[in-house]
C-alpha cells in the first residue's frame, strides 16, 4: 500500500490507499526529514497509484501524514540497512571496540554542518569520543547547533593543514564548499568564490594538543587536501581505521598515497571516491 525503499535514492510508491484512507483525508503527504537537525528538506503530496523519488537517502527519514497533517506512519534511516559500507564498517569497528570494553576516541576533520558523514551515526547513538573539526565559519555554527546537546562531542573552528601555516583559503557561497585546493573549489561551486589569507594548524599539532591517546577512528573530508594531510603524519600517529575522500585527487595523488599505505601495512577500499583504510589491531 505504501512501499519506501532506500538505495542511493528514496524511492515512495503508493498502492490503492483510497481503500483504507477517506476522501477527505487524501491525499497524503511525504516528507523527507534530515536525521540531524529535524529539518524538513522536500515534501510532496501522493494519492492512489503514484510515486516520487528523492535523489539522496544518508541520514533522511521519511514522514508520512494525512491530508490533516495527523501523523501516519514514519520509516527511520538505519546504518546497517541503509548505510553505505563505509557507514557499516566504521559502526562496526566501534561496535567491537566497546564490546571489548575500549570507548571509541574518534577525529573528523571537514566536517561541514553536520548533516551527513560515516562519522554522524557513531555520535547520535553516542559510541564515541569525538572531536569535530570545521574551518568555515557558517558551517562550524550550525555544526554546533546540530550537535550541542550530543555528550563526548568536542568542537575545534580550524583549519588543519600539513605544515601549520597561513594559507589561502577559498570559500563559495555560504560555506559548504571550502578548501585551500583552488582548482577542488572551482570544479565544485557554481556561487562566488571568495578567498582569505587564513592561519591554520598542523595536523601533527591537531593531534598532540587534543588527544591523551592514539585515536581509534579518522574521518577526513577535506575537498582534495587528504592526502597531503595523511601523509605529514608518522603512521605510528595514525589510528587503524581512517576514511577520507581519494575523488578530489588527481591520479598522481592517489597513486602517492596509496602506495603510502599500504607500506604503512593498511589494506585500502576505494569506491564511488571515498577510500577506506584498516589495520589489524
Not at 163 to 172: I, K, L, R
Not at 190 to 217: A, M, Q
Not at 228 to 256: A, G, H, Q
Not at 262 to 274: A, D, M, P, T, W
Amino acid at each position: 500500500m505504501i512501499d519506501i525503499r532506500y538505495d542511493k535514492n528514496i524511492n515512495i510508491n503508493i498502492g490503492r490507499v483510497s481503500e483504507v484512507f477517506p476522501e477527505d483525508k487524501l491525499p497524503l503527504t511525504l516528507k523527507i526529514k534530515n536525521v540531524v537537525s529535524k529539518e524538513i528538506v522536500w515534501e510532496t503530496k501522493l494519492s492512489d497509484n503514484m510515486w516520487a523519488t528523492f535523489p539522496d537517502s544518508e541520514l533522511k527519514d521519511v514522514i508520512v501524514e494525512d491530508s490533516e497533517g495527523k501523523f501516519v506512519y514514519r520509516y527511520r534511516w538505519d546504518v546497517l540497512q541503509h548505510g553505505s559500507i563505509f557507514h557499516k564498517s566504521l559502526w562496526l569497528y566501534c561496535k567491537n571496540l566497546i564490546n571489548e570494553g575500549i570507548k571509541p576516541i574518534g577525529l573528523a576533520i571537514g566536517t561541514h554542518d553536520g548533516e551527513f558523514g560515516e562519522w554522524v551515526p557513531l555520535i547520535l547513538n553516542f559510541m564515541s569520543e569525538t572531536l569535530l573539526v570545521e574551518a568555515s565559519l557558517p558551517q562550524y555554527n550550525k555544526l554546533k547547533k546540530n550537535y550541542f546537546s550530543k555528550s563526548d562531542v568536542s568542537f575545534l573552528n580550524l583549519l588543519v593543514t600539513a605544515d601549520g601555516s597561513d594559507v589561502e583559503f577559498f570559500e563559495g557561497g555560504r560555506g559548504y564548499t571550502n578548501s585551500i585546493v583552488k582548482r577542488v573549489i572551482e570544479h565544485w561551486e557554481t556561487e562566488e568564490i571568495t578567498s582569505s589569507v587564513k592561519p591554520s594548524i598542523s595536523f601533527n599539532e591537531l593531534l598532540k594538543d587534543n588527544f591523551d591517546r592514539k585515536i581509534d577512528w579518522l574521518h577526513l573530508d577535506v575537498e582534495g587536501l587528504d592526502s597531503e594531510l595523511l601523509r605529514s603524519v608518522s603512521y605510528n600517529l595514525l589510528p587503524n581505521f581512517i576514511i577520507f575522500e581519494d575523488f578530489n585527487l588527481s591520479e598522481d595523488e592517489k597513486t602517492e598515497i596509496y602506495e603510502w599505505l599500504k607500506f604503512g601495512e593498511y589494506k585500502l577500499h576505494s569506491q564511488s571516491g571515498i577510500c577506506m583504510v584498516t589495520k589489524s589491531i
